[in-house]
């Protein structure tokens, strides 16, 4: 398989409990982005790499949490002091620049995290 | 204003029948355009991206867009009850890589 992948699938934690999530983007793809989706909502940005230079972050993106890619490969996103609003689906994205407006991005599996 | 506004539906029509899906968008100098599919408990999958003004074809799936109306709306000819899914708009607002979704339209195909 050479999408994008993300492990773990499903996370279960209880508030107050860290978590990370890690990304393994396609293979050639320099960017990397994380979203949050909950439900009812289309996806909301979150953080976006090139290479390893993280390059923007969203507002949505309190001091708990934290996104890395130490080697511009995979990247990983860790959520401290987990709260129930942190529920949601976590996806994320790679694309590879190309000479039109944009890059498209194509998406993993994403990991769903219930925090009790 | 939403950034990216589209009829969250149920948008139901019969199989066989053409699926129309519009979205608006509120930053006159986006640049790209993209519709996804989204099953239920799944990742977002991209059907079509859209960048001139026009229409662009690929196979049953037709994307509009129209700039000066800030408008891209999504057709899906003969419509198959496995097009059943959420179909997310998404737009990159300025020169940039972020993408900005609306919420979706539940689009159901009914055999």
Redesign the interface.
Known sequence: DTGVSQNPRHKITKRGQNVTFRCDPISEHNRLYWYRQTLGQGPEFLTYFQNEAQLEKSRLLSDRFSAERPKGSFSTLEIQRTEQGDSAMYLCASSFPVAGPTDTQYFGPGTRLTVL | QKE?EQN?GPLSVPEGAIASLNCTYSDRVS??F?W?RQYSG?????IM?I?SNGDKEDGRFTAQLNKASQYVSLLIRDSQPSDSATY?C?V?ME??????????TILRVKS
């Open positions: 990216v969250s640049q790209s993209f996804y799944k990742s977002p999958e991209l991206s960048y997310l998404a990159v020169y940039g890589n972020k993408l900005v979704f609306g919420a979706g």
